[in-house]
Every structure is written in C-alpha cells, then in structure tokens.
C-alpha cells in the first residue's frame, strides 16, 4: 500500500514539474491562452448541465418545449456564474447589472440561433442536426465576443 501512494507521489510530482519541457509547453501555453481555454471547458460543462438538466426535467414535464426553455435558464445560470469566476475574473460590484446584461446577450445569441436555424433547415433545407452544429460554432464564438466587449469589459486585463 505505502509503494502505491509513493508510486502516486513520485507521478503526481513529474506531471507538475514545470522543468520538464512537455509540462513547461502545456503550462506556458494555458498561461498565454488561459481566458479561451477556461471558455471552452466552461461552454462544455454548461451543455452538459444543459442537456442534463433538460433530461432531468423530461421525467417530470411532458413538454419538451418547457423543458427546453427550463433547461435552457439553467445552463445560464451556471454559465454566468462559472464565466464570471473562472473565465473572466470579474470583480465587477454590480453584480445584478452584469447579470442583466449576460442574460441579454445570451437572449440575443438565442434570438440569433433560431433565425439562422430557420434559414438553413426551412429555407435552405439543409439536415437540422447539420444545421445545429454548424450554428453553435457561430453561437460560441458569438457569446465570447459579446461577454468579452459587453458583459465583462471592465475585467479586461492590460498586458
């Protein structure tokens, strides 16, 4: 038992050893793209809390267009709150207003959402599943931009 936990040790050491040069790369790499890379995780776990939650609120609600819309204030939520504290940092005192204004945005990116999705599936009839993937590259990308330069832009850093 005692080999084992040296074994986990003497592991745990190497792999947050900053010298060796594959763990200096990663680390200096996360250092230099941190605020994306925490994004993505972030954007990640918010759709596993979206479709979770959605899945969650299935068993108990017929409607799937309730438990979309349910779902859908959950993932915003946790999406705020985790954008908030580990991809932009905010320090920001009025924490309602900023609120306000990430709900807006994301209200805006949802707006957005179903617009194209109409356009590509009725209009263009392209497949929806296609359509849906194509569209959340653009809504990720949309949502950083407009945390970034609305939502979050007194935390921005100067380097």
Not at 111 to 133: A, F, Q, T, W
Not at 136 to 155: A, D, R, T
Request: glycine fraction near 4%; hydrophobic fraction near 55%; aromatic fraction near 12%.
């Amino acid at each position: 038992m005692v080999g084992i936990i040296l074994l986990i040790s003497n592991i745990c050491e190497q792999l947050t050893n900053p010298t060796i040069p594959i763990i200096k790369k990663c680390l200096d790499l996360y250092s230099k793209y941190k605020e994306i890379i925490n994004y993505l995780i972030v954007g990640g776990l918010t759709t596993l809390v979206s479709i979770g939650s959605y899945a969650l609120f299935r068993i108990f609600i017929s409607n799937y267009l309730a438990c979309t819309i349910l779902s859908w204030i959950a993932a915003v939520l946790f999406a705020y709150v985790t954008n908030r504290i580990f991809v932009f940092e905010s320090r920001d005192k009025k924490v309602f207003i900023e609120f306000i204004k990430f709900v807006s945005c994301r209200l805006l990116t949802l707006g957005s959402e179903v617009v194209v999705m109409y356009i590509l599936v009725d209009l263009i009839k392209l497949n929806d599943m296609i359509s849906k993937v194509l569209v959340q590259f653009i809504i990720v990308v949309l949502n950083y931009v407009l945390s970034k330069i609305i939502v979050f832009k007194n935390n921005v850093k100067n380097s």
